[in-house]
């Protein structure tokens, strides 16, 4: 449990990066490219991601060399998702809760972050892999 929290901890701190990251970058799309706030919120995702990927890769998840190439695909796959999510909350805090679209991304941010942080421990984490299929146990 530890071990889990420090993790958490560090996915934390990545994604406080990242959301400076993504918050940024849609304030400045929106505002100062005037871009509707849904395309900016998507780009700015987009931006952040990548950031994650590269940092959560290097100092969160436990996740092998040699495998990068799949983990870079299911990491964009579960980003997909992420970005699906963060969409819709965007939308549904904007348009139907009439949340400015800033605060709106406060809350979305948080939302999707703990889809991030689960969907990231089960799909990219050898270990975390290897002890639900039950290698490390000798079942397998």
Do not use: P
């Not at 509707?36 to 092998?64: G, Q």
């Amino acid at each position: 449990m530890k071990k889990i929290f420090k993790q958490f901890c560090r996915f934390s701190a990545v994604g406080v990066v990242s959301f400076l990251i993504d918050y940024g970058l849609l304030f400045t799309f929106t505002e100062s490219l005037h871009m509707h706030y849904l395309w900016s919120s998507m780009l700015s995702f987009s931006a952040a991601t990548v950031f994650n990927y590269v940092y959560s890769t290097k100092y969160v998840f436990e996740c092998s060399g040699e495998r990068r190439t799949g983990q870079f695909g299911m990491f964009l796959l579960l980003g997909f998702c992420g970005l699906l999510l963060n969409s819709i909350f965007m939308k549904m805090l904007v348009e139907h809760m009439e949340l400015h679209y800033m605060l709106a991304k406060i809350c979305a941010a948080f939302l999707v972050s703990l889809w991030n942080f689960g969907s990231r421990k089960i799909f990219l984490e050898e270990s975390f892999r290897d002890r639900i299929s039950g290698r490390r146990r000798g079942l397998l």
